[in-house]
C-alpha cells in the first residue's frame, strides 16, 4: 500500500473518532467514551501528519521544532487541565477558541510569506494561485476574529479586570453596527483585492480590520447572552481551522474543522432558540444592549419579600413529597454541587422524590451545570432538560433555586416591557412553594430583577451557597 494510501486511510479512521467523539458528548452517559474517541483521533491525526511531512520532506530533522511545540503546548494544557476549577470553565474554552483562531492567523502569515513551503504544488517564485489566495484570506479572517472576539470574551467570563471592555455590562455607542457595517466592507473589499493581487499591504490591513472586528462584535454583548457567545466562537474557531485546511491541501484540518464549525452554529441555533434570540442577530453581534438599557433603568419601586433560614428550608424540603432544584452560576461559584447532591442523597433517603432542572443557558457556557452536576456524582437519570421537567413544576411541591436568576424570571412570560420578554425560562414560579437561596437582593448577570423574588409562596435564603445546604445537611440529619 503507497504513503498517500496509508494517510488517506487513518485520516478516515480519525474522521470517524471525531464523529463519534462529538455524538458520545451529546449526552452526559456517554460523554466519557466521547472524549475518549476525540483525543484518540487527534493523536491518530497528529502522528500520521507528522510522518506525511517527514515522507515529503525527505527527513525528520524539521519535525523536531514540532515536537517541541507539541511538548510546550501539552506541558501548558495539561497543568491548565488540571488546576482550573470549574467556575473558570467559561473562561478556559474562551482562552481555547482564542489560540485556534490565532494559529489560522499565524499559518495564513506564513503560508502568504513563504507560499512554496506550506501550500501545495508551488515552487518557490511561483504566485499563490487565485483559490488558495481566497481561502487564505476566509481562514485569516474569521480566525483573527476569533481571536480578538475570544480575548473579549475572556474577559467578561472572568470579571476580574476593570477595563471596560472587559466588564460584563454590554458596551454601545452612537453609530455602533453602522461602524462594523464598514469595517466588515472594508474587510471583505481587501480581502478581494488580497485575493486578485497577492498584495502584502492588503492582506495585513485587512487582518488588521479582522482584530478590530472581533473586538467589535463582541463588546455590546453581555450578561445572560454570554453562553450564545462561547458557542458562536466555538464555531468560529472551526470554519478558520477548515479555511486554513482547504489552503494547506490537508483533509484532516478540513474535516475537523468543518465538524466543530457546524456542530458550534447548530448549538448556537439551539442555544438562540432558548433564549428567544434571532440567528442572525447573533453571528453580527447585534444584541445584548436592550437588556443592560432596560435594567440600568429600572422603575424605583421598592419591593417586599418574604425571608428565612437553612431550618426553615429543611423543613419544607423534609416533608414535601418532590423537590425540583433549579442550579445556576451561583452554585459553581460556592463549589456546592458535592453538597447538593448530599442533601438531595439525605431527601431520597426520607421518601422525597428529588430531581434537578437544567436551562439550556444556565452558566456561562452550554452544558456548565450539567458538566457540575457529573463532577458530583449526581445520577444522570435525575437530570432534566427544561423541555422535559417545564410540565411537572406545578405539581412539585418544593423548588429550590440556587444560584439561578435570569432563567427563572417569570417577567419573561408575563412582562412585554421586560428586555427577556419570550426567552424560555423554567417555570419555577407554578410550583407550591418556592426556595431561593442568594448572597443577596442583587440582580442576575443579566442586570434585571426578578419577579420571583417577591411572590408570596417564596423564601428567600440569603447567604453562601454551599454554607446555606450544608446547614440544611445538618437539619436534615
Known sequence: MSMINIVTLMY?????????????????????????????????????????????????????????????????????????????????????????????????????AEPYALLHGITKGMPIPTGNRLELFLGAAIGAITFSGSVIAFGKLSGKYKFRLFRGAPVQFAGQHTLNLVIALALLGLGLAFVFTESWGAFFSMLALAFVLGVLIIIPIGGADMPVVVSMLNSYSGWAAAGIGFSLNNPMLIIAGSLVGSSGAILSYIMCKAMNRAFLNVILGGFGGEAGEAAAAGDGVQKTYRSGSADDASFLMSNADTVVIVPGYGLAVARAQHAINEMAMLLTEKGVKVRYAIHPVAGRMPGHMNVLLAEADVPYDQVFEMDEINNDFADTDVVLVIGANDVVNPAAKNDKSSPIYGMPILEAHRA????????????GYAGLDNDLFYMEKTMMIFGDAKKVVEDVIKSLS
Do not use: D, W
Open 432 to 443: 407550591r412553594t418556592i426556595l431561593v437561596v442568594k448572597r443577596s437582593m442583587a440582580a
Open 12 to 112: 478516515l479512521i480519525a474522521s470517524v473518532c471525531f464523529i463519534q467523539a462529538l455524538k458520545g458528548l451529546s449526552n452526559p452517559n456517554s460523554s466519557i467514551r466521547g472524549n475518549v474517541f476525540g483525543m484518540t483521533g487527534m493523536a491518530i491525526a497528529v502522528v500520521t501528519t507528522a510522518v506525511l511531512i517527514a515522507e515529503i520532506a525527505g527527513t525528520a530533522g524539521g519535525l523536531s521544532y514540532v515536537l517541541v511545540g507539541l511538548l510546550i503546548g501539552g506541558t501548558a494544557g495539561s497543568i491548565m487541565a488540571k488546576r482550573v476549577e470549574m467556575t473558570k470553565m467559561p473562561e478556559l474554552v474562551a482562552f481555547m477558541h482564542s489560540m485556534i483562531g490565532l494559529a489560522a492567523v499565524f499559518i495564513a502569515v506564513a503560508a502568504v
